[in-house]
């Protein structure tokens, strides 16, 4: 379990995240998906990096490493369906709401998940779950009340039928953030398109599977890239589990239909990584101009393992001024330099762009000595 302690005073600031991670990924030849890199950050870890937040993480899957710490959970049988997995992530979970994430979302960031949260906690919704550009409910991007989820999985173990509610996509629209569209229905059954998610055999607790595409175009031998690099969390066992629970093979479907729920539209951080063609489209996207260098960044940090936010804009600054100023060499050497000053400093952010700035100031007084060509004082 994670040793995040969360910010703020309120338990209504708390949450748990349960990430599904345990599928077969039949599309894309049976292949480790989670251990696929895209950036060159596992898509589980990049999965993790979103829901950093949660008081505690369960995965469900065998355990591996992982960039930090996390609990594990497998539904019994293993393949039992996303329902079965879902089940077992959340009996080891304790707080009042829980996000649920399949583990190839190669674009979900920590925004995302508090929007989710933020619109749940202040609506008198169910769940929140986003829609992908084909306006499809997407069950495994999302934030429930845990109660809600917990009294719907008790119902499917029990044969109960749902509860009655309001059917079709009705109530309010508004804005989900800078995403699009937030949309509020209460439903019995499953009401709009069917998520990709629905499509599907059980083996794959992400809810997705189909025909495979041999072609990689990375190497997976390692599906962390860091072998020995990051901490395991062992699975303590599965006391308190009820195998099957009769649970087996239900579509998502069936549980969310007893849900009053809301929905978000975002296309970006609803994308997931299903076939070869999603994993190399989302390989491209984060080389685009306006993501390469945030990415980059990500990915150096996770490998590294430190967690520090800096204002690039003025290490982009410092080097500039370095390289025009000094000779192009030495943009580089100057910024490695800073880094370390901070770190000598045992600083933050704060010691970086004080760092920075001092060292600005020296490139651009080396700067205007050359430009005045100036001479030795006469002695």
């Keep these: ?29 049976g292949v480790d ?6 950036g060159g950050r596992a898509l589980l870890d990049r999965v993790l990096a979103a829901c950093g937040g949660a008081a505690t993480t369960v995965v469900v899957a065998d355990p591996r490493p992982t960039v930090r710490p996390v609990a594990w959970a497998r539904e019994e049988p293993p393949g039992a369906g996303p329902v079965a997995a879902l089940d077992a992530g959340l009996q080891r979970t304790s707080a009042a709401y829980v996000v649920v994430l399949s583990a190839d979302l190669p674009f979900l960031e920590e925004g995302t ?5 933020g619109t749940l906690r202040s609506s008198g919704a169910e769940g929140v779950l986003l829609t992908d550009p084909e306006g499809r409910d997407q069950p495994l991007v999302a934030a429930y009340r845990s109660t809600a989820l917990r009294r719907e999985l008790e119902r499917l173990a029990t044969g109960r039928t ?4 309001r059917t079709g996509r009705t109530g309010h629209t508004g804005h989900g953030g800078h995403s699009g569209q937030v949309e509020h229905a209460g439903q019995t059954e499953h009401s709009g398109p069917v998520s990709r998610a629905e499509h599907t055999g059980h083996a794959d607790p992400t809810g997705r599977e189909g025909h ?7 190497s997976h031998a ?4 860091r072998e020995g690099h990051a901490e395991l969390v062992e699975h303590s066992g599965s006391a308190g589990q009820r195998p099957g629970r009769g649970l087996t093979d239900l579509p998502l479907r069936r549980l969310v239909a007893g849900l009053d729920l809301t929905r978000i539209s975002d296309p970006v951080a609803s994308f997931d990584c299903d076939t070869w063609d999603d994993i190399a489209s989302a390989r491209s996207r984060i080389r685009e101009h306006g993501h390469v260098l945030d990415e980059w960044i990500s990915a150096v940090k996770e490998e590294l393992g430190i967690d520090l936010d800096v204002d690039t804009g003025v290490l982009l600054d410092l080097a500039r001024d370095a390289a025009h100023g000094v000779a192009r060499p030495a943009a ?10 901070a770190a000598q400093a045992k600083g933050g952010p704060e010691a970086v762009a004080e760092a920075a700035r001092k060292a600005a100031a020296l490139a651009l ?10 001479k030795p004082d006469a002695g």
Aim: cysteine-free.
């Design 1 to 29: 379990m994670t040793a995040y302690v969360p910010l703020g005073d309120s338990d209504a600031d708390v949450y748990d995240a349960v990430v599904l991670a345990g599928g077969a990924a039949r599309r894309l030849g």
């Design 33 to 38: 998906k989670p251990g696929v890199h895209v």
């Design 113 to 117: 998940v508090r929007r989710l949260l």
């Design 162 to 165: 749902g509860r009655t509610g």
């Design 212 to 218: 495979a595409d041999p072609t990689g175009r990375e």
């Design 222 to 225: 390692d599906p962390t890239g």
């Design 332 to 341: 580089p050497l100057t910024t490695f330099l800073v880094g370390y000053a």
């Design 365 to 374: 007084r080396w700067a205007d000595e050359d430009a005045a060509g100036a």
